[in-house]
């Protein structure tokens, strides 16, 4: 079962006791972590980036080699790490390795895109559930995948190892902007939905926003994705400073 192809075994399906266990297990691994490590200098905070992006570029390669081991190949929709939170992989790499605007850039990923999109995809995971069982490497491997990148935001975030600034919207809204249209591009020739910023994608929210724009449907999804999830987090700030003020 845990390397099975999709729909050989029963999915475990949206809202079901699977989702809920991997959910739960993923939030109380989130908090033990952050417990472990919400004291640790930034030096150090700098030496777990590093082993983290390492790691979660491990999980995502052997989760490329299974899609093509099962004959996905031809759907790069299930393996290029082309999509909201697969950018987590490029920033970490520019957090931990470099230096300069190109850790910085990172750093402001991690510390907005990787909490939102954390959040976002544990509480409606699309892409694994729907098609797997809950004991499956693919559900297992993204909650683990999604769990680090909320524990990582949340890290930086509380130990002021990047203090957020409204202007470092140019360096999150670059990145995420690149990588939308990277994806746009190699979708309008293999006929894919990186990104989901060439077509609908049926039974999620993303559907609304389809229904909604229309034939803007793809400037909205670009525009969405390089700005809401960056004011999310600058929002929450200034009301939890100003709580403490």
């Known amino acids: 079962m845990f390397f099975s192809k999709a729909g050989v075994y ?6 079901s006791i699977g989702h809920f266990v991997l959910f739960i297990i993923t939030i109380i691994g989130v ?3 952050l417990n472990l490590t919400k004291t640790k200098k930034h030096e150090e905070i700098r030496k777990i980036i590093q082993i983290i992006a390492i790691f979660l570029w491990v999980l995502e390669i052997i989760k490329i080699l299974f899609n093509i081991a099962i004959g996905n190949e031809r759907n790069p929709n299930t393996f290029i790490p082309l999509y ?3 950018i987590i992989l490029y920033a970490t790499m520019f957090s ?3 230096e300069g605007w190109l850790k910085h850039t990172g750093d402001v990923f991690i510390a907005t895109g990787g909490i939102v999109g954390g959040i976002a995809f544990i509480c409606c995971p699309t892409t694994s559930l729907p098609m797997y069982p809950a004991f499956h490497y693919i559900s297992i491997q993204s909650f683990v995948f999604h769990g680090i990148m909320i524990y990582l935001g949340i890290l ?3 130990t002021e190892y990047i203090k957020l600034e409204k202007n470092d919207i140019k360096y999150y809204f670059s990145l995420v902007g690149i ?11 293999a006929d894919s939905n990186l990104m989901f910023v060439s077509k609908n994608y049926p039974g999620t929210p993303i559907e609304i926003i389809y229904n909604i724009t229309g034939k803007t449907f793809t400037a909205w999804m ?3 994705q390089c700005t809401i999830p960056f004011y999310i987090i600058m929002g929450i700030k200034e009301l939890s400073n100003k709580y403490r003020k």
């Open 84 to 86: 909201y939170c697969s």
């Open 31 to 33: 908090i033990i972590a």
């Open 96 to 98: 931990g390795f470099s």
């Open 222 to 224: 670009i525009a969405i």
């Open 10 to 15: 029963e999915a475990a399906g949206l809202y």
């Open 156 to 158: 930086l975030n509380v």
């Open 179 to 189: 990588i939308c249209v990277i994806s746009l591009l190699y979708n309008n020739v």
